[in-house]
């Protein structure tokens, strides 16, 4: 079923003339919405930039084709507005939460990540949505009034709140946080600005948290086949992935493999987004919302994949865990990675002269304060600037192949 585009703003779309506005005020622009805005500033910003290069789950010496954090985004942004102009939405707001949403990872993907949140397991660990939030409040220096980019809290609601609410109706850390708790840059930034952790977001920021999952599943195998780490006969027996394959070897018999793969990756960003739009309209005629604030009120998510689509994409997912995330060759070099970030991050505790500048000059005496500060530099590091550096440092870097 073929997804038809909206003509007009549904009802329970964000509406940018009532946003909650910006934590520090400004003047409205005469041209533009506060949403589009958002999503100005983002592309703008040293944060967005430093996203070519860094892994998504290649290295970028392994080859020029495979995705960056660049490449990754600009495709959950592609989805994310297809979605929302399907669903009547306003476009700009979803665009702008999958713009941000990966601001924060470190370089070397969920590798960093790991290491990172072992060189901080004293200190709260890492958290990549608490990074980003750390990066759109904090770290960006742009502008002379303010630290940070100055969101919409619309667009920082959809950033922190990109896996759901983090409280429980009792106020009590849930989901990914019900043991550990909330990251503390989170409830430090929500203690001044309150982003009403106990709700879902809206049906933008909802759209763009299934639009990585989309985005991941279709160009993890385009890059998965392309290093070789399985073939199409193997993702022939996969749901989904299987009945399309064999759809296109009915369509056009002996088609070379390269198209095939082409054919299977763009059909799938289709049919998952079809699934989603039927399912969320049904969601929606359900529970019949008459505003944005009363889907965050919901309980349930509303953007999601009808149940066998979700069983499909759950065996995807199982499949690139086993064969492509967990494959020896990426946890070999995934490993040296994480291995070059502890270095770093012990080298700069020790010797804080070895930080640049302007990083050593605001360094805090404090240890918890001093360990985060540290942990933001290497987190704004792209691949290549972390091994330079550790090659500047220490007397052996590995090669990462």
């Given at each position: 079923?073929?997804?038809?585009?909206s003509?007009?703003?549904?009802?329970?779309?964000?509406?940018?003339?009532?946003?909650r506005?910006?934590?520090?005020?400004?003047?409205?622009?005469?041209?533009?919405?506060?949403?589009?805005?958002?999503?100005?500033r983002?592309?703008?910003?040293?944060?967005?930039?430093?996203?070519?290069?860094?892994?998504?789950?290649?290295?970028?010496?392994?080859?020029?084709?495979?995705?960056t954090?660049?490449?990754?985004?600009?495709?959950?942004?592609?989805?994310?507005?297809?979605?929302?102009?399907?669903?009547?939405?306003?476009?700009?707001?979803?665009?702008?939460?999958?713009?941000?949403?990966?601001?924060?990872?470190?370089?070397?993907?969920?590798?960093?990540?790991?290491?990172?949140?072992?060189?901080?397991?004293?200190?709260?660990?890492?958290?990549?949505?608490?990074?980003?939030?750390?990066?759109?409040?904090?770290?960006?220096?742009?502008y002379?009034?303010?630290?940070?980019?100055?969101?919409?809290?619309?667009?920082?609601?959809?950033?922190?709140?990109?896996?759901?609410?983090?409280?429980?109706?009792?106020?009590?850390?849930?989901?990914?946080?019900?043991?550990?708790?909330?990251?503390?840059?989170?409830?430090d930034?929500?203690?001044?600005?309150?982003?009403?952790?106990?709700?879902?977001?809206?049906?933008?920021?909802?759209?763009?948290?299934?639009?990585?999952?989309?985005?991941?599943?279709?160009?993890?195998?385009?890059?998965?086949?392309?290093?070789?780490?399985?073939?199409?006969d193997?993702?022939?027996?996969?749901p989904?992935?299987?009945?399309?394959?064999?759809?296109?070897?009915?369509?056009?018999?002996?088609?070379?493999p390269?198209?095939?793969?082409?054919?299977?990756?763009?059909?799938?960003?289709?049919?998952?987004?079809?699934?989603?739009?039927?399912?969320?309209?049904?969601?929606?005629?359900?529970?019949?919302?008459?505003?944005?604030?009363?889907?965050?009120?919901?309980?349930?998510?509303?953007?999601?994949?009808?149940k066998?689509?979700?069983?499909?994409?759950?065996?995807?997912?199982?499949?690139?865990?086993?064969?492509?995330?967990?494959?020896?060759?990426?946890?070999?070099?995934?490993?040296?990675?994480?291995?070059?970030?502890?270095?770093?991050?012990?080298?700069?505790?020790?010797?804080?002269?070895?930080?640049?500048?302007?990083?050593?000059?605001?360094?805090?005496?404090?240890?918890?304060?001093?360990?985060?500060?540290?942990?933001d530099?290497?987190?704004?590091?792209?691949?290549?600037?972390?091994?330079?550096?550790?090659?500047?440092?220490?007397?052996?870097?590995?090669?990462?192949?």
């Open positions: 079923m073929a997804v038809q585009a003509t007009a703003r549904a009802p329970y779309a964000a509406d940018p003339g009532s946003s506005g910006r934590l520090h005020a400004e003047p409205p622009s005469s041209t533009r919405s506060v949403f589009r805005r958002d999503c100005d983002v592309i703008h910003s040293t944060a967005f930039r430093r996203l070519a290069h860094k892994t998504q789950v290649f290295v970028f010496h392994e080859g020029d084709h495979y995705r954090r660049l490449t990754h985004t600009l495709e959950v942004m592609q989805v994310a507005r297809s979605l929302a102009r399907a669903l009547g939405l306003e476009e700009d707001l979803a665009e702008g939460c999958a713009l941000a949403h990966d601001l924060g990872h470190p370089p070397f993907g969920h590798a960093g990540e790991r290491a990172l949140d072992q060189c901080l397991a004293g200190f709260g660990g890492f958290d990549h949505n608490a990074q980003t939030l750390a990066v759109v409040t904090r770290l960006e220096k742009r002379a009034g303010f630290d940070g980019l100055n969101l919409t809290w619309e667009t920082l609601e959809g950033l922190v709140k990109h896996n759901g609410p983090l409280l429980d109706a009792q106020g009590r850390p849930a989901a990914l946080y019900a043991a550990k708790g909330i990251p503390a840059e989170i409830a930034y929500n203690g001044v600005h309150d982003l009403a952790l106990d709700t879902f977001p809206s049906l933008e920021a909802q759209a763009g948290a299934i639009s990585d999952d989309i985005a991941y599943d279709s160009h993890d195998i385009d890059d998965g086949l392309r290093a070789e780490l399985f073939t199409l193997e993702l022939a027996a996969l989904l992935a299987g009945d399309i394959l064999a759809e296109v070897g009915a369509s056009y018999p002996g088609l070379e390269a198209r095939r793969t082409s054919e299977l990756s763009r059909r799938m960003i289709t049919r998952m987004i079809e699934d989603v739009a039927g399912e969320t309209r049904r969601r929606l005629a359900e529970l019949a919302p008459d505003s944005a604030e009363a889907v965050r009120r919901a309980g349930a998510p509303m953007v999601g994949f009808s066998p689509m979700a069983a499909a994409e759950r065996a995807v997912k199982k499949f690139l865990f086993e064969r492509m995330y967990r494959h020896e060759r990426v946890m070999h070099i995934m490993g040296d990675a994480e291995g070059v970030l502890r270095d770093l991050f012990a080298r700069y505790i020790e010797n804080p002269e070895a930080l640049p500048a302007e990083w050593r000059h605001t360094l805090p005496a404090e240890a918890r304060a001093r360990a985060r500060h540290v942990a530099f290497i987190a704004g590091m792209t691949d290549r600037y972390a091994l330079s550096e550790h090659r500047r440092l220490f007397d052996l870097t590995p090669l990462l192949r």
